[in-house]
């Protein structure tokens, strides 16, 4: 994604001269990454795609006073994130996307079940009772298969709304911290803990799937 | 075994409890010096907290490869007809 930053200065200056094709190739290069984290704040295909349609008339509205002091994609997705919020208060669901600092400062789960480590009067005291067996050599076939891969996508989705939109942009977009940082509008501390609590929950639901075997 | 000592491994004062909520930290580049030194030496020591961090990188690289989620051709059509409009509109 880094890339594609340098190249957008380009584009943005070409969309403010009413460039069409500049505008098609944003849309096309930030469309998935939109509509996957629009489907964070709303569960049904058709809103998400409402608002990330939402999203690119508010960039044609706003694109003569962007003035570059943020990434565009930066700016794009702040439209996207205050629109999907919006709608999400708006059908009653605002509670649950209250505030992300607020749920990273709040005690979460273990990453691993206490269970899983030896108890503190035990000869080597919180260290491994049950240890993860390693997934092997080359578990690429198992991780790209596509029974994984719906797992992943469900295990997504049982995270916290906070969690999957730091999970989402971070390990499945490929965003820099600090970007997701300046999109949600979150410190790198709290960024880190959502990050850490969302990917120790979906390691731990591979490993189930790998041990069933 | 009489003498315990001999085989008692230097886990760098870290216990695997307290490695497994590292790892982000970890993996992130985040950690302090020091903790990075007895987090590194604990990992030396601890083949099952190397087991752990390489699934810990696994599920990343996993999640990076999800599927792209695709927007129908129409809604495209249908921002190209809005660009056009405000192409066409006069300057506000």
């Known amino acids: 994604m880094a890339h594609q930053a340098d190249d957008d200065a380009g584009l943005i200056a070409a969309l403010k001269r009413r460039d069409e094709a500049a505008f098609v190739t944003l849309v096309e290069r930030y469309q998935g990454a939109l509509l996957r984290l629009a489907l964070v704040y709303c ?17 044609i509205q706003g694109i003569d006073r962007f003035e570059g002091r943020a990434s565009f994609k930066t700016w ?13 208060e708006r059908e009653g669901r605002a509670v649950s996307f209250s505030s992300l600092s607020d749920e990273a400062e709040a005690p979460g789960e273990p990453a691993v079940p206490p269970g899983r480590f030896r108890g503190p009067d035990d000869k080597w005291p919180h260290n491994w009772a049950l240890p993860p067996h390693s997934w092997g050599e080359s578990p690429d076939a198992r991780l790209l298969a596509d029974e994984t891969m719906e797992l992943v996508k469900r295990a997504i989705a049982t995270l916290s709304p906070a969690q999957q939109q730091v999970i989402t942009l971070r390990d499945i977009e ?40 | 075994m009489t003498d315990e000592s001999m085989t008692i491994p230097d886990l760098g004062g870290l216990t695997c409890k307290e490695m497994v909520e590292l790892v982000t930290d970890y993996l992130e580049g985040a950690l302090s010096p020091a903790i990075r030194s007895r987090f590194d030496q604990h990992l030396t020591a601890c083949d099952p907290c190397v087991v752990y961090i390489e699934q810990m990188r696994q599920t990343i690289a996993t999640l990076g490869k999800l599927p792209e989620e695709s927007i129908p051709e129409t809604a495209l059509d249908t921002l190209r007809e809005h660009f056009r409009r405000w192409r066409s509109a006069p300057d506000s």
């Open chain 1, 43 to 59: 569960r049904s295909l058709a809103v998400a795609e409402e608002i990330v349609q939402d999203t690119w008339l508010g960039v």
């Open chain 1, 174 to 213: 490929g965003w820099t911290a600090e970007d997701v940082c300046n999109v949600l509008m979150i410190s790198e501390t709290n960024q880190r803990v959502l990050l850490h609590r969302a990917r120790s929950h979906v390691r731990g639901l591979l490993e189930n799937l790998f041990n069933d075997r």
């Open chain 1, 76 to 88: 794009l997705f702040q439209i996207l994130v205050n629109r999907a919020r919006t709608r999400a």
